[in-house]
């Protein structure tokens, strides 16, 4: 089973979107802020990440240099934001993003990201997201 981890501090999305991820058959881990997902990253080697941007703690775009700088490459991150900055879509781009969303975002268009990603590997690998 395919393992995805949920980097959001707002637990209803969070909550919701592990509920999702679980009935389309993959196993969803969430964690409220950045560093507790640097523990379950490190510790379960998630198949995909998705990160919200702005978070009390640490920015989503901080948390993926984390996992670059610790040795966790070649995971494909998904970065989901409530801001309309227009410069953090170029940013994510920057950092190897597989997608981008703004909330809020349409499920579906987010789980067929997923799917693409996880099961369709020719069309999931447009970027990489942490790099090889």
């Known amino acids: 089973m395919k393992k995805i981890l949920i980097v959001e501090d707002d637990t209803k999305i969070a909550t919701a979107l592990a509920i999702r991820l679980r009935a389309a058959g ?13 523990m379950l990253a490190v510790t379960h080697r998630p198949d995909l990440i998705i990160s919200d941007i702005w978070m009390p703690v640490a920015q989503g775009f901080t948390f993926v240099r984390r996992m670059k700088s610790i040795g966790i490459e070649g995971v494909p991150v998904i970065f989901i934001t409530a801001s309309l900055r227009e410069d953090l879509w170029e940013t994510a781009m920057s950092l190897g993003a597989a997608a981008f969303f703004e909330k809020p975002y349409d499920t579906q268009r987010l789980l067929a990201r997923v799917h693409e990603i996880l099961e369709e590997p020719s069309l999931g690998t447009r970027n990489t997201g942490l790099g090889a």
């Open 26 to 38: 993959y196993e969803a881990m969430t964690a409220v802020d950045p560093a507790f997902g640097t």
